[in-house]
Protein backbone atom coordinates (compact mmCIF):
# COMPACT_ATOMS: atom_id res chain seq x y z
CA UNK A 1 0.00 0.00 0.00
CA UNK A 2 1.38 3.59 -0.52
CA UNK A 3 0.52 6.31 1.64
CA UNK A 4 -0.06 9.77 -0.17
CA UNK A 5 2.39 12.21 1.92
CA UNK A 6 2.09 15.50 1.89
CA UNK A 7 4.87 17.54 0.30
CA UNK A 8 7.07 18.28 3.59
CA UNK A 9 6.38 21.91 2.38
CA UNK A 10 6.98 24.14 5.28
CA UNK A 11 9.14 21.75 7.46
CA UNK A 12 12.36 23.79 8.42
CA UNK A 13 15.75 22.39 7.42
CA UNK A 14 17.57 20.55 10.11
CA UNK A 15 20.95 22.92 10.11
CA UNK A 16 22.13 24.19 13.09
CA UNK A 17 21.64 27.53 14.47
CA UNK A 18 18.88 30.18 14.79
CA UNK A 19 16.27 30.40 11.96
CA UNK A 20 12.76 31.45 11.33
CA UNK A 21 9.81 29.56 9.62
CA UNK A 22 6.44 30.75 8.57
CA UNK A 23 4.18 27.83 9.22
CA UNK A 24 0.34 27.91 8.77
CA UNK A 25 -1.49 26.69 12.23
CA UNK A 26 -0.86 22.33 11.14
CA UNK A 27 2.19 23.24 10.86
CA UNK A 28 2.63 24.81 13.95
CA UNK A 29 1.17 22.47 15.93
CA UNK A 30 3.26 19.69 14.18
CA UNK A 31 6.56 21.36 14.68
CA UNK A 32 5.88 22.31 18.22
CA UNK A 33 4.94 18.17 18.61
CA UNK A 34 7.99 17.11 16.96
CA UNK A 35 12.05 17.96 17.50
CA UNK A 36 13.77 20.73 17.76
CA UNK A 37 10.96 22.18 19.34
CA UNK A 38 10.68 26.15 18.41
CA UNK A 39 11.78 28.38 21.29
CA UNK A 40 8.38 30.23 20.45
CA UNK A 41 6.91 32.36 17.95
CA UNK A 42 4.73 35.28 17.21
CA UNK A 43 1.04 34.40 16.37
CA UNK A 44 -0.48 36.21 13.82
CA UNK A 45 -3.81 36.38 13.86
CA UNK A 46 -4.08 33.51 16.10
CA UNK A 47 -3.43 31.77 19.07
CA UNK A 48 -2.00 28.26 19.00
CA UNK A 49 -1.18 25.58 21.31
CA UNK A 50 1.94 26.61 23.48
CA UNK A 51 1.05 30.66 21.98
CA UNK A 52 -0.78 33.83 23.04
CA UNK A 53 -1.46 35.56 19.39
CA UNK A 54 -1.51 38.61 18.11
CA UNK A 55 -5.08 39.52 17.51
CA UNK A 56 -3.92 41.87 14.28
CA UNK A 57 -5.94 41.41 11.22
CA UNK A 58 -3.92 40.07 8.17
CA UNK A 59 -4.11 40.94 4.98
CA UNK A 60 -1.68 39.18 3.02
CA UNK A 61 -3.35 35.88 1.25
CA UNK A 62 -3.00 32.22 3.08
CA UNK A 63 -4.59 34.00 5.92
CA UNK A 64 -3.11 33.47 10.19
CA UNK A 65 0.47 32.36 10.40
CA UNK A 66 3.23 31.33 12.81
CA UNK A 67 6.65 33.28 12.44
CA UNK A 68 8.17 30.45 14.57
CA UNK A 69 11.92 30.37 16.02
CA UNK A 70 13.98 27.34 16.08
CA UNK A 71 17.22 27.93 18.08
CA UNK A 72 19.66 24.49 18.57
CA UNK A 73 17.52 21.93 19.02
CA UNK A 74 19.26 20.05 22.09
CA UNK A 75 18.09 20.48 25.76
CA UNK A 76 15.48 23.09 26.42
CA UNK A 77 14.57 24.60 29.21
CA UNK A 78 11.74 27.08 30.32
CA UNK A 79 11.15 29.43 32.95
CA UNK A 80 8.34 32.43 34.32
CA UNK A 81 9.86 35.66 35.94
CA UNK A 82 6.69 38.07 36.93
CA UNK A 83 4.34 38.20 33.58
CA UNK A 84 7.40 36.89 31.41
CA UNK A 85 7.63 33.09 30.02
CA UNK A 86 10.76 32.13 27.99
CA UNK A 87 12.07 28.86 26.53
CA UNK A 88 15.64 28.43 26.11
CA UNK A 89 18.46 26.35 24.36
CA UNK A 90 22.45 26.53 25.27
CA UNK A 91 22.82 29.12 23.00
CA UNK A 92 19.55 31.37 22.31
CA UNK A 93 15.77 32.04 24.11
CA UNK A 94 12.63 33.71 23.01
CA UNK A 95 10.24 35.14 25.63
CA UNK A 96 6.79 36.44 25.77
CA UNK A 97 4.79 38.32 28.02
CA UNK A 98 1.18 39.82 27.52
CA UNK A 99 -0.77 42.11 29.92
CA UNK A 100 -3.87 42.72 30.28
CA UNK A 101 -4.86 46.38 28.53
CA UNK A 102 -5.07 49.44 31.32
CA UNK A 103 -6.48 53.10 30.08
CA UNK A 104 -4.51 55.53 32.77
CA UNK A 105 -0.64 55.68 32.43
CA UNK A 106 1.24 53.15 30.72
CA UNK A 107 4.20 54.09 31.19
CA UNK A 108 4.24 51.88 35.04
CA UNK A 109 2.81 49.17 32.86
CA UNK A 110 5.84 49.83 30.34
CA UNK A 111 8.28 49.97 33.20
CA UNK A 112 7.04 46.50 35.22
CA UNK A 113 7.33 45.18 32.02
CA UNK A 114 10.70 45.70 30.74
CA UNK A 115 11.85 44.98 34.61
CA UNK A 116 10.09 41.03 34.31
CA UNK A 117 12.24 40.91 30.89
CA UNK A 118 15.59 41.64 32.11
CA UNK A 119 14.27 39.75 35.46
CA UNK A 120 13.99 36.77 32.69
CA UNK A 121 16.76 37.52 30.76
CA UNK A 122 18.79 37.00 33.68
CA UNK A 123 17.29 33.51 35.07
CA UNK A 124 17.74 32.36 31.26
CA UNK A 125 21.56 33.01 31.07
CA UNK A 126 21.15 35.00 27.41
CA UNK A 127 21.27 38.58 28.73
CA UNK A 128 21.47 40.00 25.63
CA UNK A 129 18.17 41.31 23.29
CA UNK A 130 18.73 40.74 19.45
CA UNK A 131 15.11 41.41 18.85
CA UNK A 132 12.44 43.12 20.95
CA UNK A 133 8.57 43.26 19.54
CA UNK A 134 5.68 45.64 21.16
CA UNK A 135 2.45 45.73 20.71
CA UNK A 136 -0.27 47.66 22.45
CA UNK A 137 -3.40 48.53 22.09
CA UNK A 138 -4.60 52.48 21.40
CA UNK A 139 -1.12 53.20 20.77
CA UNK A 140 -1.73 57.32 19.53
CA UNK A 141 -5.22 57.26 21.84
CA UNK A 142 -4.87 59.65 24.89
CA UNK A 143 -3.64 57.98 28.16
CA UNK A 144 -4.44 60.83 30.17
CA UNK A 145 -2.43 63.86 29.04
CA UNK A 146 -0.16 61.79 26.93
CA UNK A 147 0.05 59.32 23.93
CA UNK A 148 0.18 56.03 25.11
CA UNK A 149 3.01 55.34 22.56
CA UNK A 150 4.84 58.11 24.54
CA UNK A 151 3.98 56.85 27.80
CA UNK A 152 5.06 53.73 26.70
CA UNK A 153 8.60 55.22 25.82
CA UNK A 154 9.36 56.58 29.23
CA UNK A 155 8.32 53.46 31.44
CA UNK A 156 10.63 51.51 28.60
CA UNK A 157 13.52 54.20 28.73
CA UNK A 158 13.64 54.32 32.57
CA UNK A 159 13.11 50.28 32.76
CA UNK A 160 16.39 49.67 30.48
CA UNK A 161 18.06 52.14 32.84
CA UNK A 162 17.57 50.93 35.98
CA UNK A 163 18.12 47.56 34.79
CA UNK A 164 21.72 48.61 33.47
CA UNK A 165 20.55 47.45 30.13
CA UNK A 166 21.54 50.02 27.23
CA UNK A 167 19.15 52.73 26.66
CA UNK A 168 21.17 54.75 23.91
CA UNK A 169 23.69 53.65 21.15
CA UNK A 170 23.44 49.59 21.18
CA UNK A 171 19.58 49.72 22.48
CA UNK A 172 17.98 46.17 20.83
CA UNK A 173 16.20 45.97 17.10
CA UNK A 174 12.52 46.65 17.35
CA UNK A 175 9.55 47.47 16.73
CA UNK A 176 6.03 49.05 18.38
CA UNK A 177 2.73 48.63 17.25
CA UNK A 178 -0.57 49.17 17.84
CA UNK A 179 -3.73 46.84 18.01
CA UNK A 180 -6.90 47.57 17.16
CA UNK A 181 -9.09 48.85 19.74
CA UNK A 182 -9.97 45.41 21.48
CA UNK A 183 -10.84 46.35 24.96
CA UNK A 184 -13.33 43.25 25.56
CA UNK A 185 -10.64 40.62 23.37
CA UNK A 186 -8.50 38.47 25.27
CA UNK A 187 -5.93 39.76 22.94
CA UNK A 188 -6.30 43.57 23.82
CA UNK A 189 -3.78 44.16 26.14
CA UNK A 190 0.19 44.67 26.19
CA UNK A 191 2.17 42.11 23.92
CA UNK A 192 5.92 41.85 24.22
CA UNK A 193 8.10 39.48 22.27
CA UNK A 194 12.01 39.21 22.43
CA UNK A 195 14.78 36.96 21.05
CA UNK A 196 17.55 36.80 23.28
CA UNK A 197 21.45 35.37 23.49
CA UNK A 198 24.60 35.45 25.36
CA UNK A 199 26.69 37.64 23.36
CA UNK A 200 25.65 41.09 22.05
CA UNK A 201 24.58 41.76 18.46
CA UNK A 202 26.09 44.57 16.95
CA UNK A 203 23.63 47.38 16.69
CA UNK A 204 23.10 49.74 13.23
CA UNK A 205 21.97 52.66 12.76
CA UNK A 206 20.32 54.70 9.15
CA UNK A 207 22.62 57.43 8.45
CA UNK A 208 19.64 59.25 6.98
CA UNK A 209 17.66 59.14 10.61
CA UNK A 210 18.53 60.61 13.67
CA UNK A 211 19.08 57.53 16.06
CA UNK A 212 15.60 56.66 17.47
CA UNK A 213 17.17 57.57 21.32
CA UNK A 214 18.20 60.48 20.12
CA UNK A 215 14.84 61.95 18.99
CA UNK A 216 13.71 65.45 20.23
CA UNK A 217 11.55 65.77 22.75
CA UNK A 218 9.28 66.95 20.03
CA UNK A 219 8.15 63.07 19.70
CA UNK A 220 7.62 62.85 23.42
CA UNK A 221 9.70 63.49 26.67
CA UNK A 222 11.91 59.97 26.44
CA UNK A 223 12.88 58.84 23.59
CA UNK A 224 12.22 55.35 21.77
CA UNK A 225 14.25 52.65 23.38
CA UNK A 226 15.62 50.90 19.75
CA UNK A 227 18.14 50.77 17.01
CA UNK A 228 17.91 50.51 13.41
CA UNK A 229 18.91 47.35 13.06
CA UNK A 230 21.14 44.27 14.43
CA UNK A 231 23.27 42.09 13.17
CA UNK A 232 24.36 38.97 15.00
CA UNK A 233 25.83 34.99 14.85
CA UNK A 234 23.43 32.91 13.72
CA UNK A 235 25.87 30.02 13.71
CA UNK A 236 26.70 27.52 11.15
CA UNK A 237 28.30 30.10 9.03
CA UNK A 238 25.23 32.36 9.08
CA UNK A 239 24.64 36.06 9.83
CA UNK A 240 21.18 36.72 10.95
CA UNK A 241 20.35 40.64 10.16
CA UNK A 242 16.83 41.98 12.30
CA UNK A 243 15.85 45.00 11.01
CA UNK A 244 13.08 47.21 13.22
CA UNK A 245 10.53 48.65 11.93
CA UNK A 246 11.05 51.00 9.12
CA UNK A 247 8.96 54.17 8.42
CA UNK A 248 8.96 57.33 5.98
CA UNK A 249 11.10 59.50 8.62
CA UNK A 250 13.83 61.18 7.02
CA UNK A 251 16.19 62.90 9.91
CA UNK A 252 13.67 63.10 12.94
CA UNK A 253 10.46 63.87 11.10
CA UNK A 254 7.99 61.99 9.41
CA UNK A 255 7.59 62.90 5.47
CA UNK A 256 4.83 62.35 3.56
CA UNK A 257 1.86 62.84 5.20
CA UNK A 258 -1.52 61.35 3.95
CA UNK A 259 0.51 59.91 1.21
CA UNK A 260 1.07 55.50 1.54
CA UNK A 261 2.69 55.44 -1.33
CA UNK A 262 5.44 57.95 -1.08
CA UNK A 263 5.62 57.11 2.78
CA UNK A 264 6.50 52.86 1.08
CA UNK A 265 8.46 54.33 -1.33
CA UNK A 266 10.84 56.47 1.70
CA UNK A 267 10.65 53.28 3.90
CA UNK A 268 12.24 51.50 0.96
CA UNK A 269 15.39 53.80 0.70
CA UNK A 270 15.67 53.31 3.99
CA UNK A 271 15.79 49.89 3.99
CA UNK A 272 18.30 50.32 1.34
CA UNK A 273 20.34 52.33 3.41
CA UNK A 274 20.08 49.84 6.79
CA UNK A 275 21.17 47.24 4.23
CA UNK A 276 24.12 49.19 3.40
CA UNK A 277 24.49 50.10 6.95
CA UNK A 278 24.75 46.00 7.90
CA UNK A 279 26.93 45.00 4.71
CA UNK A 280 29.34 47.23 5.43
CA UNK A 281 29.98 45.58 9.17
CA UNK A 282 29.44 41.89 8.03
CA UNK A 283 30.54 39.65 4.93
CA UNK A 284 27.11 38.28 3.90
CA UNK A 285 26.10 40.81 1.38
CA UNK A 286 22.42 41.05 1.95
CA UNK A 287 20.19 42.04 -0.56
CA UNK A 288 16.63 43.32 -0.92
CA UNK A 289 15.72 39.58 -1.56
CA UNK A 290 17.34 38.21 1.55
CA UNK A 291 14.48 40.20 3.72
CA UNK A 292 11.97 38.37 5.40
CA UNK A 293 9.13 41.34 5.91
CA UNK A 294 6.18 41.64 7.62
CA UNK A 295 4.60 45.25 6.65
CA UNK A 296 2.28 47.02 8.69
CA UNK A 297 -0.70 49.21 6.76
CA UNK A 298 -2.69 51.46 9.05
CA UNK A 299 -5.66 51.03 6.50
CA UNK A 300 -6.57 47.55 5.26
CA UNK A 301 -7.49 48.90 1.37
CA UNK A 302 -3.82 50.54 1.21
CA UNK A 303 -2.33 46.94 1.42
CA UNK A 304 -2.91 45.76 -2.07
CA UNK A 305 -0.80 49.35 -3.45
CA UNK A 306 1.98 48.84 -0.72
CA UNK A 307 2.43 44.58 -1.46
CA UNK A 308 3.07 45.56 -5.05
CA UNK A 309 5.43 48.40 -4.38
CA UNK A 310 7.22 46.03 -1.96
CA UNK A 311 7.17 43.02 -4.67
CA UNK A 312 8.81 44.87 -7.33
CA UNK A 313 11.95 45.80 -5.02
CA UNK A 314 12.54 42.08 -4.15
CA UNK A 315 11.02 39.62 -6.97
CA UNK A 316 13.11 36.96 -5.67
CA UNK A 317 11.82 37.48 -1.95
CA UNK A 318 9.18 34.98 -0.41
CA UNK A 319 5.71 36.58 -0.24
CA UNK A 320 6.05 39.37 3.18
CA UNK A 321 3.28 38.71 5.84
CA UNK A 322 1.03 42.08 5.74
CA UNK A 323 -1.47 42.72 8.54
CA UNK A 324 -3.42 46.26 9.88
CA UNK A 325 -1.93 48.11 12.89
CA UNK A 326 -1.66 51.39 14.19
CA UNK A 327 2.12 52.97 13.57
CA UNK A 328 3.18 55.08 16.23
CA UNK A 329 2.84 58.21 14.92
CA UNK A 330 -0.49 59.26 14.26
CA UNK A 331 0.75 60.58 10.67
CA UNK A 332 2.76 57.19 9.51
CA UNK A 333 0.44 54.84 7.28
CA UNK A 334 3.25 52.10 6.74
CA UNK A 335 5.96 50.26 8.65
CA UNK A 336 8.03 47.84 7.53
CA UNK A 337 10.35 45.44 9.31
CA UNK A 338 12.15 42.27 8.40
CA UNK A 339 14.55 39.76 9.45
CA UNK A 340 17.61 38.26 7.15
CA UNK A 341 19.70 35.28 7.16
CA UNK A 342 22.72 34.60 4.81
CA UNK A 343 26.38 32.86 4.70
CA UNK A 344 28.94 34.98 6.22
CA UNK A 345 30.56 36.71 9.85
CA UNK A 346 30.58 39.62 11.28
CA UNK A 347 33.23 42.12 9.80
C1 LIG B 1 10.38 55.23 13.96
O1 LIG B 1 11.28 55.05 13.16
C2 LIG B 1 9.08 54.56 13.67
O2 LIG B 1 9.29 52.31 19.59
O3 LIG B 1 10.29 50.38 19.42
C3 LIG B 1 9.94 51.86 14.69
C4 LIG B 1 10.60 50.80 15.31
C5 LIG B 1 9.23 52.75 15.45
C6 LIG B 1 10.55 50.64 16.71
C7 LIG B 1 9.81 51.41 18.92
C8 LIG B 1 9.18 52.59 16.84
C9 LIG B 1 9.83 51.55 17.46
O4 LIG B 1 10.50 55.96 14.96
C10 LIG B 1 8.48 53.89 14.83
Not at 10 to 17: C, E, I, Q, R, W
Not at 45 to 55: D, K, N, S, T
Not at 95 to 107: A, I, M, T
Not at 202 to 208: D, F, Q, S
Amino acid sequence: MTLALSPPTSAPPVAAGLRCVRLDPVAWARQAASSPRPLGGLGWGIAAPGLAGLELPVLSEGGPLVDAWLGQGGTQRQGRNGAVQWQADDRWAFGQLDLPDVDGDLSGVARQAYLDIFTALRACGHTQVLRLWNYLPRINGDGGGLERYRQFNIGRQQAFMEAGHDAFEGAPAACALGLPDARDMPGGGLHLRFLAASKAPRPLENPRQVPAYRYSSTYGPRAPTFSRAALADAGGGRVALFVSGTASIVGEHSVHHGDVLAQARETLVNLQAVLDAANARCTAGFTFDDLHCTVYVRHAGDAAAVLALLAAAQPGAPAPLCVQADVCRAELLVEIEAHAFAPGALA
